[in-house]
């Protein structure tokens, strides 16, 4: 028999053990070389390095769903829809800080809701005045007037009731108060600009016969209102009838002598018909007294029970004839 010598080990190729042992020793090798290229302040994060699931996850990852720069905020769906990949391991608030960057959301858009009404801006239908006392004459009227959005304060939220009152500011008073019929044509007025803020409101209160002009076609926007020419604009205006005895009416006031005698029928017929209020004396007329915008606002409320438009407020300056 021939003797057959022994294989030479150093010839022979690795064997299936030799062969995984080298490549655990690279594996360790690669990992410390990565290890030691990591920036100190970060830390090593296992999960992060850990090798993805090779499963299709059932859902999009946390990160899918983060939103871009200006993008809105899509709603997250709640935590039992999620289901989490196996090989990815749990995410706590610590380690998420580190995985995902911070990324700013779209504001959402404010809910539009109605904005309060500023302190210096009263709306139309303010029932109340700061410089109206609760005891005040005409605060019936006025608070009525109101409500109804015929007359309004000022931006600092005051009526001012002891203020004079101009024809620009009656003509508006007028034409929201009362139905406006055209029964005369309206002349274009000399000292009444295209853009003047009661413009059309003079216009109109002219057509219906409430307010006539003076000579010269001027309507006199900015003068003031006297008792017996607001008296004599709700009379025309209403297309009251003048009474026919005026003497015996007028008795009702002491000074009825100071009636001008152009308006006497006209004053006795108002006064018939219940649009004269009189403070603090019903007896006392003061036909040739300015008005202020507390008076307007009662005689205009005394036009309108008369028009049928409003219930009669009772008071103890109604004159009654």
Do not use: C, H
């Not at 594996?27 to 100190?40: C, D, E, H, Q, Y």
């Amino acid at each position: 028999m021939t003797n057959i010598p022994p294989p030479d080990r150093r010839s022979s190729p690795l064997g299936f053990d030799e062969f995984v042992g080298v490549v655990v020793a690279f594996a360790v090798i690669g990992t410390i070389f990565v290890v030691s290229l990591r920036p100190k302040s970060g830390g090593f994060n296992f999960g992060a390095s850990s090798p993805k699931a090779t499963t299709t996850p059932a859902s999009p990852t946390l990160g899918d769903r983060l939103p871009t720069t200006g993008e809105a905020a899509t709603p997250l769906p709640q935590p039992e829809t999620v289901a989490p990949a196996t090989s990815v391991p749990q995410t706590t608030p610590a380690t998420l800080g580190r995985l995902l960057p911070v990324i700013p959301f779209a504001a959402a858009p404010p809910v539009a809701t109605s904005s309060p009404p500023e302190k210096n801006q009263p709306t139309a239908k303010t029932l109340s005045f700061p410089d109206v006392p609760q005891v005040f004459w005409a605060r019936p009227y006025i608070e009525a007037l109101a409500a109804q959005n015929i007359i309004s304060g000022y931006q600092d939220g005051t009526f001012r009731p002891t203020q004079l009152i101009t024809r620009a500011e009656f003509a508006a008073q007028l034409q929201k108060a009362f139905d406006q019929k055209v029964v005369v044509a309206a002349p274009k007025y000399k000292d009444i600009p295209d853009k003047f803020w009661a413009s059309s409101a003079i216009q109109e209160t002219t057509r219906s016969g409430f307010l006539r002009g003076y000579p010269g076609n001027k309507f006199g926007p900015k003068q003031k209102i006297s008792k017996t020419e607001a008296l004599v604009a709700l009379t025309k205006g209403l297309d009251l009838t003048n009474a026919s005895t005026p003497s015996q009416v007028l008795k009702v006031y002491q000074d009825a002598k100071k009636i001008p005698k152009y308006a006497t029928a006209v004053v006795a017929g108002a006064t018939e018909a219940g649009l004269v209020v009189n403070y603090p004396n019903r007896k006392i007329l003061d036909p040739n007294k300015l008005i202020t915008r507390a008076e307007a606002a009662a005689l205009t409320y005394q036009g309108m029970v008369q028009a049928g438009k409003v219930q009669a407020i009772t008071s103890a300056y109604v004159a009654q004839p």
